[in-house]
């Protein structure tokens, strides 16, 4: 999130520059709640150090929690990103990781042509139905007007 300019150079907010996080920050800055970052640490998605009872979220929780809500818009399940996490975390090189998130894109990106081929066509419908009601409509109000009266002939 950017938050200051200075002769047209934007700054990132203070917090972005951090260490080290509080489950407020984090919530604050990805406009969230506190209650689903914690839901997202009982998936193992992110795992914060613990002082007490108050959680630390490095970088790398903030950046992973970046990418869970990055993932979440582009319709990503959790598990899928966990997938992805693991890749990355245990898998054999950056080419693996690259291509099985290529592969996911690839799978949401045909996912949605099609929702958008099917949306097309039932807005295709709806115009058919409403051009059909006009029609029916105009029809009935036609058939129920009373006749218009005969002009009387010219007098003359």
């Not at 998605?45 to 809500?69: E, K, N, Q, T, W």
């Not at 890749?87 to 996912?111: I, K, S, V, W």
Request: glycine residues 6%; aromatic residues 6%; proline residues 5%.
């Amino acid at each position: 999130m950017m938050t200051s300019t200075t002769q047209g150079v934007v700054r990132p907010r203070e917090s972005a520059r951090a260490t080290t996080y509080t489950i407020s920050d984090l919530a604050d800055e990805f406009n969230i709640t506190t209650r689903a970052i914690r839901y997202y640490e009982d998936q193992g998605l992110i795992m914060p150090a613990r002082r007490g009872s108050r959680r630390i979220y490095s970088r790398r929780d903030r950046a992973r929690l970046s990418l869970i809500l990055r993932g979440k818009r582009l319709g990503f399940s959790l598990n899928e990103t966990r997938q992805l996490f693991e890749l990355y975390d245990n898998g054999p090189g950056e080419d693996a990781h690259t291509a099985h998130f290529m592969g996911l894109l690839a799978e949401r990106r045909a996912l949605l042509e099609q929702q958008m081929r099917d949306i097309r066509a039932i807005l295709r419908e709806i115009d058919i139905a409403e051009a059909d009601a006009l029609r029916v409509k105009a029809a009935r109000q036609s058939e129920a007007a009373p006749p218009s009266p005969a002009s009387p002939a010219p007098v003359g």
